[in-house]
């Protein structure tokens, strides 16, 4: 079944404590993102990969980085949460300019 | 940055009526895309339209693009309970897969 795994589901983390939200696609594609939602906000961009070691900053990189060493994995890192990192979460993968196939989320709260 | 506009907001009705949603975009794009979340979870791709195309259609589904307004609009017809949802429109400007979403207009479909 073509799907992009995410995890964690939820965590719950404290400021400055560094982590990863792992993301893996099973489809082959090459270009893959990072997005967050927040209320009243919508998704917005926060880092994408065209390809195997090809990252680009998205519209909201500030405080995340990512790496891409494979062509399923696009790794999430924040080094040094803040709470105003607060939000959910989503990896997406997809092929050029077509459909995206999203992951489930990752609902993260950092206090 | 934000692209798309939705309006409404918030939608609701019976079940059976039509449900229209409008989403207003900025600069030109590649395509249009229609995206449903059901609370929490993923977006699930429903439908593309390109800049060339004027209608799609895809079940009870029902686009139309207009370029010269840059607005798009999203009819599900007969529509059921297991319509409510959030659903968001996005725009892919250069071949390149990024998307921008718009904030989406949340649809309350009554029993």
């Known amino acids: 079944e073509a799907q992009v795994t995410q995890n964690p589901r939820y965590l719950i983390t404290v400021t400055g404590k560094k982590l990863t939200v792992t993301c893996s696609q099973n489809?082959?594609?090459?270009?893959m993102s990072w997005y967050r939602q927040d209320p009243g906000l919508g998704l917005r961009q926060i880092y994408y990969?065209?390809?195997?070691?090809?990252?680009d900053k998205g519209d909201v990189p500030e405080g995340y980085k990512v790496s891409r060493k494979e062509k399923r994995n696009f790794p999430l890192i924040l080094e040094s949460p803040s709470p105003n990192q607060t939000s959910l979460y989503f990896c997406?993968?997809?092929?050029?300019?077509?459909?995206?196939?999203f992951g489930q989320g990752t609902r993260l709260t950092v206090v | 940055s934000q692209q798309g506009e939705e309006d409404p907001q918030a939608l609701s009705i019976q079940e059976g009526e039509n449900a229209t949603m409008n989403c207003s975009y900025k600069t030109s794009i590649n395509n249009l895309q229609w995206y449903r979340q059901n609370s929490g979870r993923g977006l699930v791709h429903l439908i593309l339209i390109r800049s060339n195309e004027r209608e799609k259609h895809s079940g009870r589904l029902r686009v139309t693009l207009d370029t010269s307004k840059k607005s798009s609009s999203l009819l599900i017809t007969a529509s059921r309970a297991a319509d409510t949802a959030s659903y968001f429109c996005?725009?892919?400007?250069?071949?390149?897969?990024?998307?921008?979403f718009g904030q989406g207009t949340t649809l309350q479909v009554k029993p």
């Open positions: 990969s065209m390809n195997v070691e090809v990252t």
């Open positions: 996005a725009t892919d400007s250069g071949n390149t897969g990024k998307l921008i």
């Open positions: 997406a993968s997809q092929i050029g300019s077509s459909e995206a196939f």
């Open positions: 489809m082959n594609h090459e270009y």
